[in-house]
């Protein structure tokens, strides 16, 4: 069982940086996807930004530019760079792991709180 710890959420004024971590627990078998969702309130959890094992990227249109999605196999980490924070980031983000075998797995952290005030 993999277990994912993210650090990083917290306060920031819009406009603002923060940076999201997440760390898994073990090695992780290729291929594998690590990437992060949000949920704001009353809204569906949707995809932010995501990064393959073989290093391909995919983003949401509203975050493109923006915030930047990157990993470190080495520690097993994946990282979420969030620029020109809006208050529409608003939201808890949620750290994700799909190991692509068969079956695939899926892996979740416990969500750590951003929130972008005007």
Not at 30 to 45: H, V
Not at 46 to 58: F, K, P, Q
Request: glycine share 12%; hydrophobic share 30%; net charge positive.
């Amino acid at each position: 069982q993999v277990q994912l710890v993210e650090s990083g959420g917290g306060l920031v004024q819009a406009g603002g940086s923060l940076r999201l971590s997440c760390a898994a627990s073990k090695s992780i078998f290729s291929p594998n996807a690590m990437g992060w969702y949000r949920q704001a309130p009353g809204k569906q959890r949707e995809l932010v930004a995501l990064i393959t094992s073989g290093g391909s990227t995919n983003y949401a249109d509203s975050v493109k530019g923006r915030f930047t999605v990157s990993r470190d196999n080495g520690k097993n980490t994946v990282y979420l760079q969030m620029n020109s924070l809006k208050p529409e980031d608003t939201a808890v983000y949620y750290c994700h792991l799909q190991v692509r075998t068969f079956p695939a797995y899926n892996y979740w952290g416990q969500g750590t709180q951003v929130t972008v005030s005007s």
